[in-house]
């Protein structure tokens, strides 16, 4: 991985969502402890948290980058997007809070925008995808 690469990916807040990702797994697992269901129920929220983690960071790395800052500014930042709508659907799949869930579809709403936008800032400069 370059320099760029590793520069790219922290200021796209990999660790910053990973560290959300993972105190919201523990602060599960820690309320659910011992609770049956709700302990499997942390269990597959980790899983389904880490999947989509997993596939962004896999995404990431087969990003091939531009040179051109901008371009791979963006062309890094969509599966940081697509990761956080990954997360927020499955979320809305089983969530037990109203506020949580508004949030949640927010974050699609938003982020889906965004992409969108972002494809659209790519095609302008010369390195448009699908």
């Known amino acids: 991985m370059t320099g760029?690469?590793?520069y790219a990916l922290r200021a796209t807040g990999i660790g910053v969502a990973m560290a959300i990702s993972a105190a919201s797994v523990a602060a599960?697992?820690?309320?659910?402890?011992?609770?049956?269901h709700g302990e499997m129920a942390s269990h597959d929220t980790g899983s389904v948290y880490s999947a989509a983690m997993d596939t962004m960071m896999q995404s990431m790395d087969?990003?091939?980058?531009?040179?051109d800052r901008d371009a791979d500014f963006l062309l890094l930042m969509i599966p940081h997007h697509q990761s956080a709508i990954d997360m927020a659907q499955a979320l809305l799949e089983d969530s037990n809070d109203a506020e949580v869930a508004a949030l949640a579809q927010a974050v699609?709403?938003?982020?889906?925008?965004e992409i969108k936008d972002m494809k659209g800032m790519l095609a302008r400069l010369g390195h448009p995808i699908d």
């Open 4 to 6: 760029l690469r590793n």
């Open 28 to 36: 599960q697992s820690a309320s659910d402890h011992g609770a049956g």
């Open 108 to 113: 699609i709403d938003t982020q889906q925008a």
């Open 62 to 67: 087969a990003t091939e980058l531009t040179g």
